[in-house]
């Protein structure tokens, strides 16, 4: 069982900066991925990021490339999602969510989500 956790979340300017973390625990029986969704008030949730540590592959949405790239700390077990040059549209609750397998861009490949953090950007 994986327990995810999301902070960093909070209200900023359009061309701003947030640095979201999500911190995982719990015992899991095997090596599982990390990824980003963002879910926009009366829209599906979507993938955001994601990272192949083991290649060193990040996959984007087409959105946020170039802006948003993903890091991680091993040893604290928490991955972050840096997001700069921040757009009125990237309002959304972002959530990370942990996968075994799977299609990385198909929220149906994640069995553990967090709770999400709130990310509001003003024009």
């Known amino acids: 069982q994986v327990q995810l956790v999301e902070s960093g979340g909070g209200l900023v300017q359009a061309g701003g900066s947030l640095r979201l973390s999500c911190k995982a625990s719990g015992r899991s029986p095997g090596n599982y991925y990390i990824g980003w969704f963002r879910q926009a008030p009366g829209k599906e949730r979507q993938f955001v990021a994601s990272?192949?540590?083991?290649?060193?592959?990040?996959h984007s949405a087409d959105s946020v490339k170039g802006r948003f790239t993903i890091a991680r700390d091993n040893a604290e077990k928490v991955v972050y999602l840096q997001m700069n040059s921040l757009l009125p549209e990237d309002t959304a609750i972002y959530y990370c969510?942990?996968?075994?397998?799977?299609?990385?861009?198909?929220?149906?490949?994640?069995?553990?989500w967090g709770q999400g953090t709130q990310v509001t950007v003003s024009s």
């Open positions: 969510a942990a996968r075994y397998g799977g299609d990385i861009f198909s929220t149906s490949s994640y069995g553990y």
């Open positions: 990272k192949i540590w083991s290649t060193g592959v990040t």
